[in-house]
């Protein structure tokens, strides 16, 4: 017995004839005929009484059309559900995501493959900014979903960066991000051991030409006045400088990492604040599934 069968039985029921019911169906009469015949086959029984006044149906032929109604409309429910679900799962949805040059460059493509396997439909926007304030800001706005930022502490922007005033963000700290003091090889201190900060009093230290850049920020917690500041630029100009011995640096290890292995750079041994990769959000939205989505993934 199959649906297609009982599409056409619940026809030549309602319509009175096989001829009404192949206008109904779109079919040739001998198709509605043939289905007809095969279901009394399949069951055994006869479904209807044909005479001239048309096709009457028999008491077995009145049971099966109330279960023949009652499976039809399983079959329907069941094709709208398995639809929606596929309609569901195709759905993609957008999360726009913000980020500082530095980690976009370097920390968020494995955020964006944790996403991919996890959502593959969340088409993710990542923005770039070189000013954390602009960021924040757009968080504010409505303009992103989230933003990642560098910072420390307890609560955003301890760092030492001022917060937008409009509202506060819920932020939560992903991965630690080590901080490197570099030098060229023939940095004075290289190679030295068990040194503070007074030790670099006179020195030259690189920093990025942003005020409110992390690294900056968490320079001025270690060294003092004494220790010279020479605008630079971007990470990567600062550790092109530093290279070629104009001046330390303080930058996260993942910016230096190759320089350290091939020796271009060397690491000063100075105790060093570590920062978090910090994800902030506007508290309305960690109910968002697109939100949801970007939380699960960026914390795995």
């Known amino acids: 017995m199959e649906l297609r069968q009982l599409r056409t039985f619940e026809a030549v029921v309602r319509e009175g004839s096989v001829t009404d019911a192949a206008v109904a169906l779109g079919l040739a009469p001998s198709s509605v005929s043939q289905a ?12 209807f009484v044909r005479d001239p006044r048309g096709m009457r149906t028999t008491a077995a032929g009145e049971r099966l059309l109330a279960w023949a ?12 559900e398995v639809v929606a679900a596929d309609a569901a799962a195709r759905e993609v949805t957008r999360v726009r995501l913000g980020a500082l040059e530095s980690i976009a460059a370097e920390l968020v493509p494995a955020i964006l493959a944790r996403l991919a396997a996890r959502r593959p439909g969340l088409r993710v926007e990542v923005r770039s900014e070189p000013s954390r304030d602009v960021l924040l800001a757009a968080v504010v706005a409505g ?4 933003a990642l930022v560098l910072d420390t ?8 960066f001022p917060v937008p005033p409009a509202g506060p963000l819920d932020f939560l700290d992903l991965d630690p991000v080590p901080l490197v003091l570099v030098g060229s090889p023939t940095h004075p201190h290289a190679g030295a051991r068990g040194l503070v900060p007074a030790d670099f009093d006179g020195q030259r230290l690189l920093v990025n030409t942003a005020s409110s850049c992390s690294f ?10 004494a220790v010279e500041r020479v605008q630079a630029g971007s990470v990567a100009v ?32 100075l105790p060093l604040p570590t920062l978090h990769l910090r994800l902030t959000w506007p508290p309305s939205t960690p109910t968002h599934p697109a939100t949801r989505a970007l939380l699960y993934a960026a914390t795995a």
């Open 36 to 47: 007809v015949r095969t279901l009394e086959r399949s069951l055994g029984v006869q479904l």
């Open 153 to 160: 502490g307890d609560a955003l922007g301890d760092l030492g």
């Open 143 to 146: 303009e992103l979903d989230a």
């Open 216 to 225: 900056a920020l968490a320079a001025g917690r270690l060294f003092g006045p």
């Open 69 to 80: 109604g009652r499976l039809l409309d399983q079959a329907e429910q069941a094709r709208r």
């Open 238 to 269: 600062m550790r092109a400088w530093a290279r070629q011995g104009v001046g330390m640096a303080l930058l996260p290890a993942f910016a230096v990492t190759p320089d350290l292995a091939a020796g271009t750079l060397v690491s000063l041994p």
